[in-house]
């Protein structure tokens, strides 16, 4: 009989694994249809998803909220942004942000809305960094990189203002997808191409952004990443001014050939 209970158990192991390989094998069907190729402007090919933890893919989550229908609320120490559904749910994207966390918090407006933005670093950058030049031009705003694949802001931009002033923090797409989940840019919100599409299409100039501060998650709703039996109330965020970090140290060309500063 022990024989036999031995044969049964291995059994159902084996039959776990194989339920868990079937599954593991639907989640990426699915996120492959969302991270496939795109025809744009420029070309986006498929996002390599072994090199991005499925957490941070996209997808629709449970998220009650005071904030209203078209609100993004985001949430620096876990990497995520919550585009609020207004129905008890939220389109969850995961982020990169800045390399020390996100520099402010407070409430700020989506200004205006940019498909293939130009990248116009500071002149302190193009200083330090003069390598740069090389990939710059005269653009209509001045000296710059213009949009497209090898654009440091990626497929999409969004500029947030505050108080009629330009924070000179974007959300906006990447060049380095497997960066989404960490803190690698130097103080802007940084998605995968594909999302920054996604929500470029669903949020409206002058739409709310809510930035919780990188030690409080869930400061204004409770999702389904906050602690079990823990159900805080929900609470605006404060307005506050926003703080450009410092910037980055210089890295080499051969590295990194499109550097961040505090605009990116």
């Known amino acids: 009989m022990q024989f036999h209970r031995r044969e049964f158990l291995a059994g159902l192991v084996a039959c776990a694994a194989a339920l868990t390989a079937a599954s593991a094998a639907a989640v990426s069907g699915e996120a492959r249809g969302l991270y496939g190729p795109v025809a744009d402007?420029?070309?986006?090919?498929?996002?390599?998803?072994?090199?991005?933890?499925?957490?941070?893919?996209?997808?629709?989550?449970p998220y009650p909220t005071r904030e209203p229908a078209g609100t993004i609320v985001i949430d620096p120490r876990r990497h995520y942004l919550y585009f609020v559904n207004g129905d008890g749910t939220a389109m969850r994207y995961g982020v990169g942000v800045g390399r020390q966390g996100f520099a402010w918090k407070g409430v700020a407006t989506i200004n205006s809305k940019q498909e293939w933005p130009d990248w116009y670093p500071p002149k302190e950058m193009l200083e330090r960094q003069p390598e740069l030049m090389k990939v710059m031009k005269e653009l209509r705003s001045g000296v710059g990189m213009p949009g497209g694949p090898r654009n440091p802001l990626g497929a999409r931009a969004l500029y947030l203002w505050q108080n009629n002033k330009d924070t000179l923090y974007r959300i906006h797409g990447t060049t380095e997808p497997w960066t989404i989940g960490t803190n690698a840019s130097s103080g802007c919100i940084r998605m995968i191409n594909q999302d920054a599409i996604d929500l470029y299409g669903r949020v409206n100039v002058g739409?709310?952004?809510?930035?919780?501060?990188?030690g409080a998650a869930n400061e204004i709703a409770i999702g389904p990443d906050?602690?079990?039996g823990r159900r805080p109330q929900p609470q605006p965020a404060p307005q506050v001014q926003p703080t450009v970090a410092a910037p980055a140290p210089?890295?080499?060309l051969n590295i990194n050939p499109y550097p961040m500063d505090r605009t990116w």
């Open 250 to 252: 210089r890295a080499p």
């Open 226 to 228: 906050s602690n079990a």
């Open 41 to 61: 402007k420029f070309r986006i090919p498929a996002i390599n998803l072994s090199r991005i933890k499925p957490a941070f893919l996209r997808s629709q989550v």
């Open 207 to 214: 739409a709310r952004v809510v930035v919780l501060g990188s």
